[in-house]
Nanobody, 119 residues
Framework: QVQLVESGGGLGQPGGSLRLSCVAS????????MGWYRQAPGKQRELVAN???????NYSNSVKGRFTISRDNAKNTVYLQMNSLKPEDTAVYYC?????????????WGQGTQVTVSS
């Protein structure tokens, strides 16, 4: 069984910073990519950023230049450094991983962590 556990959400001020972390654990053979999605109330879940094993990164246009995704491959951990926060960044942030276990390919999701940006 694979688990993704997020941490680091909470209340941030406009212009401030927050850092999210996500650890993947379980019977993992390899991780192809890890990333972050978010879902605001009344909206669809959207990609924020992802990072493939080979180092390729993708960012949503709305967070480019403000958010940075990074990864510790040895720890199966992905981070999201969020700077210059805006109220529109308020959402539940979900960690996602494309990985292989002993049962084959798995698209895994974390339980989500709330990020609220407000003064």
């Amino acid at each position: 069984q694979v688990q993704l556990v997020e941490s680091g959400g909470g209340l941030g001020q406009p212009g401030g910073s927050l850092r999210l972390s996500c650890v993947a654990s379980g019977n993992i053979f390899s991780v192809n990519a890890m990333g972050w999605y978010r879902q605001a109330p009344g909206k669809q879940r959207e990609l924020v950023a992802n990072l493939r094993f080979v180092g390729e990164t993708n960012y949503s246009n709305s967070v480019k230049g403000r958010f940075t995704i990074s990864r510790d491959n040895a720890k199966n951990t992905v981070y999201l450094q969020m700077n210059s926060l805006k109220p529109e960044d308020t959402a539940v942030y979900y960690c996602h991983a494309d990985l292989y276990t002993d049962s084959g390919y798995l698209s895994a999701w974390g339980q989500g962590t709330q990020v609220t940006v407000s003064s």
